[in-house]
């Protein structure tokens, strides 16, 4: 199973929420922006439908595949 940290960082003047090198909006305080981590990682655990996905690898070939709704992460708020 994948296990993902979203860590409250400064951002654009203000706070938000990082995964990777991707950021959230920016919030006006840190509170905000771990309100709305927790929010988000919550989210991520919830099951859905299983679903096909198409999407293009690393290498430039298009790939498919069945995406299972009930493999969900283990998330975590750092920061």
Same mark, same amino acid.
């Given at each position: 199973?994948?296990?993902?940290?979203?860590?409250?960082?400064?951002?654009?003047?203000?706070?938000?929420?990082?995964?990777?090198?991707?950021?959230?909006?920016?919030?006006? $305080?840190?509170?905000?922006?771990?309100?709305?981590?927790?929010? *988000?990682?919550? !989210?991520?655990?919830?099951? &859905?439908? $299983?679903?096909?996905?198409?999407?293009?690898?690393?290498?430039? *070939?298009?790939? !498919?595949?069945?995406?299972? &709704?009930? $493999?969900?992460?283990?998330?975590?708020?750092?920061?």
């Amino acid at each position: 199973m994948t296990d993902i940290t979203y860590r409250i960082v400064p951002h654009d003047g203000g706070w938000a929420y990082r995964l990777g090198e991707v950021f959230s909006e920016t919030f006006a $305080d840190r509170a905000a922006a771990a309100t709305a981590a927790r929010r *988000v990682a919550v !989210e991520q655990q919830r099951p &859905g439908k $299983d679903v096909g996905i198409v999407y293009e690898d690393e290498n430039g *070939v298009w790939r !498919e595949e069945l995406s299972d &709704g009930d $493999d969900r992460p283990t998330t975590h708020v750092a920061g």
